[in-house]
Nanobody
């Protein structure tokens, strides 16, 4: 399984970005696709997750109402639409896939496969 994340960049506060994560070598057989982020000096944290057919989505409280995760199973691609960006959102963003039990879907170590990450920088 290979995951390729893209779409990061530099944006002003209040702006928007859309991240993409293209998967190859899998038919989205894992239960969850997730987005995590890691800022310098901080631990990797959960951002959002979606079940493989897109029926259920989950968000960190810090991004709820601003970020939207979606999936295009035909293209084996997961998206993260990020609106109303804040400098606190500045981080390296990673996509991941795995089949953790439900209560573990927020935990990075519960995911088996990771993309290389894409940098998001929000200026004030």
């Amino acid at each position: 399984v290979q995951l390729q994340a893209s779409g990061g960049g530099l944006v002003q506060a209040g702006g928007s970005l859309r991240l993409s994560c293209a998967a190859s070598g899998t038919s989205f057989s894992n239960r969850y696709m997730g987005w995590f982020r890691q800022a310098p000096g901080k631990e990797r944290e959960f951002v959002a997750a979606i079940t493989r057919f897109g029926l259920n989505t989950y968000y960190a409280d810090s991004v709820k109402g601003r970020f939207t995760i979606s999936i295009n199973s035909a293209k084996s691609t997961v998206y993260l639409q990020m609106n109303s960006l804040d400098p606190e959102d500045t981080a390296f963003y990673y996509c991941a896939t795995g089949s953790p039990i439900a209560s573990y879907k927020y935990i990075p170590s519960a995911y088996n496969y990771w993309g290389q990450g894409t940098q998001v920088t929000v200026s004030s």
